[in-house]
């Protein structure tokens, strides 16, 4: 059995990108999610839409959706990818925000980085719209639920 290499060094353990260009072309989508949690008044001030800077859930979908498109500006070894479609998920529970973000792209590598900065750039942008009320948020639990499409195949989260 071969040992798992990580993809991202050279063989003398270097920093690299990728080499995709021998991979087919498919369609790839993956699925991330994360959590704010915040007190049961923060929580009610972002469902009522009374937080003094706005909407609260429309703008850190924007955000959500804008940080998906600039991965590569972020991450520095990630593919640039002409996303096909993002979308950023928010509901308000008793105590938190919880995020869904999904990516999808056709192309030759996979779009996991794009919805977990998605989902990560949503909660720091719940938390900067609510910090004035409640310091005591938690971003938490950011994880890739699942993914498709690639020579990996399918993934989903345990």
């Known amino acids: 059995m071969t040992e ?80 096909s479609h993002v979308s950023v998920e928010l509901s308000v529970e008793s105590d938190r925000v919880a995020i869904r973000a999904v990516a999808e792209v056709m192309d030759r590598t996979g779009v996991e980085m794009e919805a977990l900065t998605a989902c990560s750039v949503a909660a720091l942008t719940v938390y900067d719209m609510c910090k004035a009320i409640d310091r005591e948020m938690t971003i938490t639990d950011l994880a890739l639920e699942e993914k498709s499409g690639g020579r990996s195949g399918e993934y989903r989260r345990a």
Do not use: F, W, Y
């Open 4 to 83: 798992p290499r990580l993809t991202h060094l050279d063989a003398e353990g270097h920093a690299r990108m990728v080499d995709v260009g021998d991979k087919d072309v498919t369609k790839r989508r993956a699925v991330a999610t994360c959590n704010v949690l915040m007190s049961p008044q923060t929580a009610e001030a972002v469902r009522s839409q009374s937080m003094k800077k706005g909407d609260v859930l429309a703008v850190a979908r924007i955000a959500g959706i804008q940080a998906a498109k600039r991965t590569s500006d972020l991450i520095p070894l990630c593919h640039p990818l002409m996303l």
